[in-house]
Nanobody
């Protein structure tokens, strides 16, 4: 069974930085994509950044130039480096993995979420 465990959230002042980590455990066949989503109170969950199997990345417009997604394949870990944080970045951040569980089947997994609060 695949598990995703996020860490690195916390309270930071505007303009500060945080790095989120998502450690992936369990057996899987392949990785299609891994991403970070966030959900603020009263709002829908939204995609923040995604890294595709070929290494390409995509970001939502509001975080471009401030956030960087990366992965360490040896550690089965995905990171989200967040710089110049703004109060509107406050949300619960979730790690997502789109995995092949064998040569035919594909499945989506979610972590438990980590709170990021940007406030002075």
């Amino acid at each position: 069974q695949v598990q995703l465990v996020e860490s690195g959230g916390g309270l930071v002042q505007p303009g500060g930085s945080l790095r989120l980590s998502c450690a992936q455990s369990g057996r899987f066949f392949s990785i299609y994509a891994m991403g970070w989503y966030r959900q603020a109170p009263g709002k829908q969950r939204e995609l923040v950044a995604v890294i595709i199997s070929d290494g390409s990345t995509k970001y939502r417009d509001s975080v471009k130039g401030r956030f960087t997604i990366s992965r360490d394949n040896a550690k089965n870990t995905v990171y989200l480096q967040m710089n110049n944080l703004k109060p509107e970045d406050t949300a619960v951040y979730y790690c997502n993995a789109d995995l092949g569980i064998d040569s035919m089947r594909r499945k989506n997994y979610w972590g438990q979420g980590t709170q990021v609060t940007v406030s002075s």
